[in-house]
């Protein structure tokens, strides 16, 4: 997508170098800086400390470190620590395993002097079709808010949480990537960015949004409920970091509160996500682990302070005892559908296998 009107993708690879350059995404949206990650600990750093966040984006960042790190042991110990070291950084996001896992596949059978090569091509071939997944979702989510757009011109009103536009993958989006395709074909639309506390990534949607030329509204989380009830909001969509078998979604913390408001509202409440965020292995939405993150993050307010300056203030004692789950699970009967490359779906094991028949194996 675009950053001052120039096309941008958030991670830029350099396999002569052995390198990669990632957005830090802990620094926006107050600042754009890149950052090189030339090691394995990089790039597992990258990914714990939320450099890089967004299910598809901390998988293709987890395969172009583990061909980072064949540069630095290509045997079969070497493949075996990155997989694992990359493996331990965020548990909740199953992209992160499935590019993991399809790396490993790759490269495991091939002599260890083919490895180096091999793997920086299987990790641009992730990242390619994660751009290819996320721009075919954006065309089948155009076609949904087509359907619900004004007769009159007046612009459709798009609730999101957290970020789950490009920022959050390669290139183009997921749960944004729908709102990018219309606000391009000329539909008019307006996203309400709710900010996501405690790290606020919907304030990386709102920045997102900027560059782009979108017209946004940040709100504060709990103004959710109301703009919904007051027919402020035409539909609802979000991203996600692992749906189920069944169609249950784990997305960032927050999300379930805004299916309920849907749901009591009657306002169509819609998943976005590519294939390698459905986890046909796991059956239901009480198996995927939820992570537990730092405390500091809820402690802690990060932003500017009158210079400009990036500071962070406690809202809270260094000792209070916080709880910070980082997601929550959705239940498919709260689903409105499900927008996948292949197509939009129901929320259901059923509707989920009439799109990928070949993950039926009963």
Not at 64 to 70: K, N, Q, V
Not at 102 to 129: C, G, K, S, V, Y
Not at 176 to 205: C, F, I, K
Not at 346 to 353: H, N, T, Y
Request: proline content about 6%; glycine content about 8%.
């Amino acid at each position: 997508m675009n950053i001052d009107g120039i096309p941008t993708r958030t991670l830029r690879a350099h396999p002569e170098q052995r390198v990669i350059d990632i957005i830090d995404q802990s620094r926006l949206p107050h600042v754009l800086h890149w950052v090189r990650v030339a090691t394995l600990a990089e790039a597992a750093h990258a990914i714990r400390a939320m450099q890089v966040r967004g299910a598809p984006l901390i998988g293709a960042t987890a395969a172009y470190g583990l061909a980072i790190a064949l540069g630095e042991a290509s045997d079969d110990g070497g493949l075996q620590q990155a997989f694992e070291t990359l493996g331990a950084t965020r548990p909740t996001a199953v992209n992160l395993h499935w590019a993991l896992t399809r790396m490993r596949d790759r490269l495991q059978p091939l002599p260890a002097e083919r490895r180096r090569a091999a793997a920086w091509q299987e990790a641009a071939a992730i990242a390619e079709e994660d751009v290819a997944q996320n721009a075919a979702i954006g065309q089948h989510g155009l076609d949904l808010l087509r359907r619900i757009a004004r007769p009159n011109g007046t612009a459709l009103n798009i609730m999101t949480h957290c970020n789950a536009g490009w920022l959050a993958t390669v290139d183009w989006g997921t749960a944004l990537s729908p709102v990018y395709a219309a606000h391009d074909a000329g539909l008019a639309v307006h996203v309400w960015a709710s900010e996501t506390r405690p790290r606020n990534q919907g304030l990386l949607t709102a920045w997102e949004l900027a560059q782009h030329g979108v017209p946004y509204t940040a709100i504060a989380d709990n103004a959710a409920g109301i703009l919904i009830r007051d027919g402020r909001v035409d539909a609802v969509i979000v991203g996600a970091d692992r749906i189920a078998a069944n169609g249950d979604v784990a997305n960032k913390v927050g999300t379930y509160l805004k299916a309920l408001a849907c749901a009591d509202n009657g306002i169509p409440f819609y998943v976005a996500a590519p294939r390698s965020t459905l986890d046909f292995a796991c059956p239901e939405g009480a198996a995927i682990p939820i992570e537990e993150r730092d405390g500091d993050e809820f402690r802690l307010v990060h932003g500017l302070d009158a210079r400009g300056v990036p500071s962070a203030l406690h809202q809270l004692p260094a000792r209070q005892s916080v709880a910070n789950p980082a997601f929550d699970v959705t239940p498919a009967r709260l689903v409105t559908a499900l927008i996948t490359e292949r197509g939009v779906c129901p929320a259901s094991r059923q509707g989920l296998l009439a799109l990928y028949p070949e993950e039926n194996h009963d």
